[in-house]
């Protein structure tokens, strides 16, 4: 079973930046892809797979940006120019070689002057 801890959320202003962490347990090698989703619906934010290919979500393409860092198994979402329409609540998705997505408990993200 893999852990997935979600961290970063909070409260910024319209137009404000905040950079969202997905620490998950287990070997960077046995994940074939992390993705960043968002609301109970889990509609797709941006994910990056394993050969490092990144797939956006066409609000995120200009504004957001997903990283890794294998070293501490922890995947990044920067979210910049965010809006109020952004206000959710954002899920990480961790797939491994044979399943998932396994996901973590969620982070609440809220723009609002």
């Known amino acids: 079973q893999v852990h997935v801890v979600e961290s970063g959320g909070g409260l910024v202003q319209p137009g404000g930046s905040l950079r969202l962490s997905c620490a998950a347990s287990?070997?960077?090698?046995?994940?074939?892809?992390i993705g960043w989703y968002r609301r109970k619906q889990r509609e797709l934010v941006a994910l990056i797979n394993k050969y490092n290919t990144i797939d956006f979500a066409e609000f995120a393409k200009d504004r957001f940006t997903i990283s890794r860092d294998n070293a501490k198994n922890t995947v990044y979402l920067r979210m910049n120019s965010l809006k109020p329409e952004d206000t959710a609540v954002y899920y990480c998705?961790?797939?491994?070689?044979?399943?998932?997505?396994?996901w973590g408990q969620g982070i609440q993200v809220t723009v609002s002057s």
């Open positions: 287990g070997s960077p090698d046995s994940f074939s892809a």
């Open positions: 998705g961790v797939y491994t070689l044979d399943s998932g997505p396994h």
